[in-house]
């Protein structure tokens, strides 16, 4: 079973800042079938990256995925009020333990 | 566009069986894989099962002997049963869907499930 580790827990950052978000998977992620949401307090998960780098339909273009193999990443270059949140990777029925986004 | 809304109990006695609903609109059930999620604070987001698009189960194995997935096509519904529940399934339990299988667009609200005597 693939455990996945996202780094860091958390990340402290003003509006208008960049954020770049880290999964790391125990074993090869076959096909990038890596998924990456966004979860807001009181909310049911989002989907924003699948296959490691494609945006979700409606999904801005702030938003960006990388990675293969075991190494993911995922990018938001300038954070908006709405993206202080938690941020959750996934692989098949695994997901990493999220990494809180909050303000500085 | 789909939409779903899960139904639940609320309140469920410990060794009881859990049923939960979610109702599906906007979408053909036999183009969408039907996914049951959870989410409690000491096990993070967990995946129960599915029920993929040729009506076949997938489950989790850490749940597979207490869980049953069921789509009733007449009545747009995507049903969980799971037996002999402890506080340990005390949880936001969640629908999804996606027509990939592999991750999901579509989420329901959620229905929050306490396991208490």
């Known amino acids: 079973e693939i455990v996945l580790t996202q780094s860091p827990g958390t990340l402290s950052l003003s509006p208008g800042e960049r954020a770049t978000l880290s999964c790391r998977a125990s074993q090869s992620v076959s096909g990038s079938y890596l998924a990456w949401y966004r979860q807001k307090p009181g909310q049911a998960p989002g989907l924003l990256i699948y296959a490691a780098s494609r945006r979700a339909e409606g999904i801005p273009d702030r938003f960006s995925g990388s990675g293969s193999g075991t190494d993911f990443t995922l990018t938001i270059s300038r954070l908006e009020p709405e993206d202080f949140a938690v941020y959750y990777c996934?692989?098949?029925?695994?997901f990493g333990q999220g990494t809180k986004v909050d303000i500085k | 566009q789909v939409h779903l809304q899960e139904s639940g109990p609320g309140l469920v006695k410990p060794s009881e069986t859990l049923s939960l609903t979610c109702n599906i609109s906007g979408g053909s059930i036999s183009n969408y894989y039907w996914s049951w999620l959870r989410q409690s604070a000491g096990k993070g987001l967990e995946w129960i099962g599915h029920i993929d698009r040729s009506g076949s189960p997938n489950y989790n194995p850490s749940l597979r002997s207490r869980v049953t997935l069921s789509v009733d096509t007449s009545k747009n519904q995507f049903s969980l049963r799971l037996t002999s529940v402890t506080a340990a399934d005390t949880a936001m339990y969640y629908c999804?869907?996606?027509?990939?299988?592999?991750?999901?667009?579509?989420w329901g609200q959620g229905t929050l499930i306490t396991v208490s005597s």
């Open positions: 999804a869907s996606d027509i990939s299988g592999a991750w999901w667009f579509f």
């Open positions: 996934q692989q098949g029925g695994t």
